[in-house]
């Protein structure tokens, strides 16, 4: 499983980290496009895209989250279309089987965006650390969002609302 969470790193990635929440100093919320990714977000500011050092077919867009410096948000999208079903039933059918002990299957959500199936679950990174992951598969693309922060805590209102924002972009992004 430890393999497959780092194949879904063939895709497009968001990093978040927080800070200066409440300082005064917040700039407002704004949608911003990708066309060329096929999506649209609401962020804090925004953000700059580039190659994924790790993932090479990736292109990452990086992003101060407000208030939580606890977390990193890393979301992923493919620039090659391929087809990613294998990977993803994989990965849901690995989750459901706990074949990662670390991954909590009861967390397992299905949901859909823009009319495109996608899945969710919670795992624990290590000692402090949880992580939401999200998954979809569109157009021959993958996206995946994955959202890590302090278990102490409760997950990122900030990182919710950016999830909540996420929308695909053009005619063709509909099944």
């Given at each position: 499983?430890?393999?497959?969470?780092?194949?879904?790193?063939?895709?497009?990635?968001?990093?978040?980290?927080?800070?200066?929440?409440?300082?005064?100093?917040?700039?407002?919320w704004?949608?911003?496009?990708?066309?060329?990714?096929?999506?649209?977000?609401?962020?804090?500011?925004?953000?700059?895209?580039?190659?994924?050092?790790?993932?090479?077919?990736?292109?990452?867009?990086?992003?101060?989250?407000?208030?939580?410096?606890?977390?990193?948000?890393?979301?992923?999208?493919?620039?090659?279309?391929?087809?990613?079903?294998?990977?993803?039933?994989?990965?849901?059918?690995?989750?459901?089987?706990?074949?990662?002990?670390?991954?909590?299957?009861?967390?397992?959500?299905?949901?859909?965006t823009?009319?495109?199936?996608?899945?969710?679950?919670?795992?624990?990174?290590?000692?402090?650390?949880?992580?939401?992951?999200?998954?979809?598969?569109?157009?021959?693309?993958?996206?995946?969002?994955?959202?890590?922060?302090?278990?102490?805590f409760?997950?990122?209102?900030?990182?919710?609302?950016?999830?909540?924002?996420?929308?695909?972009?053009?005619?063709?992004?509909?099944?």
């Amino acid at each position: 499983m430890k393999c497959a969470r780092s194949a879904f790193g063939l895709g497009l990635v968001l990093s978040i980290s927080a800070s200066g929440f409440g300082n005064g100093n917040e700039t407002p919320w704004k949608e911003y496009a990708f066309p060329t990714d096929g999506f649209a977000i609401t962020l804090p500011h925004v953000p700059e895209p580039h190659p994924a050092v790790v993932f090479p077919d990736a292109t990452a867009y990086t992003v101060e989250l407000p208030g939580r410096e606890d977390c990193k948000m890393v979301l992923r999208v493919t620039r090659r279309p391929r087809d990613y079903s294998i990977f993803v039933r994989a990965l849901r059918d690995g989750i459901l089987q706990g074949k990662d002990p670390d991954t909590d299957a009861a967390s397992l959500k299905d949901l859909s965006t823009d009319g495109h199936p996608g899945f969710e679950y919670l795992r624990k990174v290590n000692a402090r650390y949880t992580s939401l992951d999200r998954y979809y598969c569109v157009n021959g693309r993958l996206y995946a969002f994955s959202a890590g922060w302090l278990s102490a805590f409760l997950f990122p209102e900030a990182a919710k609302r950016i999830l909540v924002s996420f929308r695909f972009l053009g005619s063709d992004s509909h099944p």
